[in-house]
Nanobody, 121 residues
């Protein structure tokens, strides 16, 4: 089995910064895309930022210029540096990864358990 473990959420004032980390562990042969989504209660989960195994980045328009996604392939870890946070960034943030567990295995999509980010005004 593979799993994603997240850390780094918390409470911060508007204009502040937080850094989220997510590490994939367990039975892993390779990881394709990794990224972060967020969800506000009662709303759909939305993409925040994603990165391919080759380093191609994709950001939601609402976070461009404020959030930076990076990836450490050697350690199966992805980081989301969030600067100039706004109250509307408040949500539960979920790490995601597309993982192949063996050479002939299918690629499966995994989610982390979620970490709360709260930005006060």
């Amino acid at each position: 089995q593979a799993r994603l473990v997240e850390s780094g959420g918390g409470l911060v004032q508007a204009g502040g910064s937080l850094r989220l980390s997510c590490t994939a562990s367990g039975s892993i042969f390779s990881i394709n895309g990794m990224g972060w989504y967020r969800q506000v209660s009662g709303k759909q989960r939305e993409l925040v930022a994603a990165i391919t195994s080759g380093g191609i980045l994709n950001y939601a328009d609402s976070v461009k210029g404020r959030f930076t996604l990076s990836r450490d392939n050697a350690n199966n870890t992805v980081y989301l540096q969030m600067n100039n946070l706004k109250p509307e960034d408040t949500a539960v943030y979920y790490c995601s990864a597309d993982i192949r567990r063996g050479l002939y295995s299918s690629i499966l999509h995994y989610w982390g358990q979620g970490t709360q980010v709260t930005v006060s005004s």
